[in-house]
């Protein structure tokens, strides 16, 4: 069986690295990868290919930064090539960026059926370019395959499963979160990042989605924010993205040195950070759970998250990028959150086992 895999950003990257891993140990499967370009500085891309042993990308497209259409209009231009040339019997795509709506519908309009990984989450808020590329992405997949029961419930009040694609109906498998699999696998790998020293009690924080970098108001709220909590005597550790880096220049205020920036790192530095932190701020959807797969309170900057569960359950507390809530939630975090992480959310860390067994099966 010819698998194509279309990836493209960051969190893509680290997922498949633990799916590829498991495609490797099925003799029957040969996984073509085709990588957009949508993420190509070194420390968004190469540095996960090399810490993760992902296979070299067999294409890269090479389709960097642009407007959401033309990135994506040109995504399925070169993918569709690509899918002329190899044949694939199906297309792998993963999450909710640009890359995977190109994935997934460059494949299913010259009928090549499309495995989804992390269908069903939504956050309902079609502003975010996220949602709207989860939704489309979903609709036309024959395989979803849901990493919580939420993902599953979702689907099932839009009315999946929808009438058969290309005469196979659409299957949808409770799987468990990759992410989780790949946390457990690359524990043991953590790194220390090269160039900072790591104070014994620090906040990891991430910062990159649109609906902040892009809002000038929200954008300076999280800055303001950051540095009160620094300044206060918390020490944040934050790996800047190339996007909130320019997007900063844009605002009036800036980080002061109380807040340590630094460069993306590789996920093993990540992990590292995450198991040395003690909490976690972020508007990420992977680092947010992540926080919980490394037993860490997670204050996210967003009004609301696709990952419900976990804010249900106390380990996530949403305060959008309104400074004085991440104040307080920050400076009263130690009675706020629940610590009872036994809680199985997410499966316990072979979704890409049950994933690879099924697309091979099928
Ligand atoms: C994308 C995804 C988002 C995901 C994030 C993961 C979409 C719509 N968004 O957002 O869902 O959470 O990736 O990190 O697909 N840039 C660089 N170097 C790079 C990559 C990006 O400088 O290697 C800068 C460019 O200025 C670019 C900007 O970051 O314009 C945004 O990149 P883009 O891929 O469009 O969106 P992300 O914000 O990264
Ligand atoms: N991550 C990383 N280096 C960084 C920041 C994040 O390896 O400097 C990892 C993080 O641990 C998680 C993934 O990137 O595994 C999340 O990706 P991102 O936040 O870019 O996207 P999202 O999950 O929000 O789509």
């Given amino acids: ?78 993918i569709e090539e690509v899918l002329h040339k190899e044949k694939p019997d199906k297309v792998l795509v993963y999450g909710d960026t640009n890359s995977t709506l190109a994935g997934a519908l460059a494949a299913v309009k010259i009928h090549i059926p499309v495995a989804h990984i992390e269908a069903g989450l939504r956050s309902f808020n079609m502003d975010m370019p996220e949602e709207i590329n989860r939704i489309l992405t979903d609709r036309v997949s024959t395989w979803l395959f849901c990493p919580t029961d939420v993902a599953i419930s979702n689907l099932s009040k839009e009315g999946f ?83 909130t880096k320019k997007m900063l220049k844009s605002i009036e205020t800036d980080f002061t040195d109380d ?17 040395h932190c003690s909490m976690v701020m972020t508007d990420s959807g992977g680092l947010q759970k992540e926080a919980f797969f490394f ?34 939630r920050c400076s009263r975090a130690d009675s706020l959150f629940s610590s009872n992480y036994s809680i199985d959310l997410y499966g316990n860390g072979i979704a890409s086992e049950k994933i690879v067994k099924q697309l091979a099966a099928e």
């Avoid at 809002?215 to 620094?230: F, G, K």
């Fill in 1 to 78: 069986m010819k698998l194509l895999t279309v990836i493209g950003a960051r969190p893509q990257f680290i997922k498949a690295g633990t799916v590829s891993r498991e495609i490797k140990k099925h003799r029957t499967i040969k996984e073509i990868i085709v990588h957009t370009g949508q993420h190509y500085d070194s420390n968004m891309s190469d540095v996960f290919f090399e810490q993760m042993k992902i296979p070299t990308p067999d294409y890269n497209l090479g389709v960097s930064s642009a407007s959401h259409g033309a990135m994506t209009g040109r995504m399925m231009l070169e």
């Fill in 161 to 243: 499963p929808h009438t058969s694609i290309h005469g196979v109906k659409q299957s949808i498998m409770k799987s468990g979160d990759v992410m989780q699999d790949g946390a457990i696998f690359y524990s043991n790998f953590a790194k220390k990042p090269e160039g900072i020293s790591v104070p014994p009690d620090f906040i990891l924080a991430t910062v990159h989605r649109a609906e902040n970098t892009d809002n000038p108001l929200n954008l300076s709220n999280i800055v303001d924010a950051m540095n009160i909590i620094a300044q206060s005597g918390k020490k944040i550790i934050l790996p800047l993205h190339p996007r």
């Fill in 295 to 328: 037993r860490k309170p997670c204050i996210t900057l967003r009004e609301e998250t696709e990952w419900v569960e976990l804010v249900e359950n106390g380990f996530n507390i949403l305060t959008g990028a309104n400074k004085e809530l991440i104040v307080d």
């Fill in 259 to 275: 807040v340590i920036i630094i460069d993306p790192v590789g996920y093993l530095e990540m992990v590292y950070l995450l198991k």
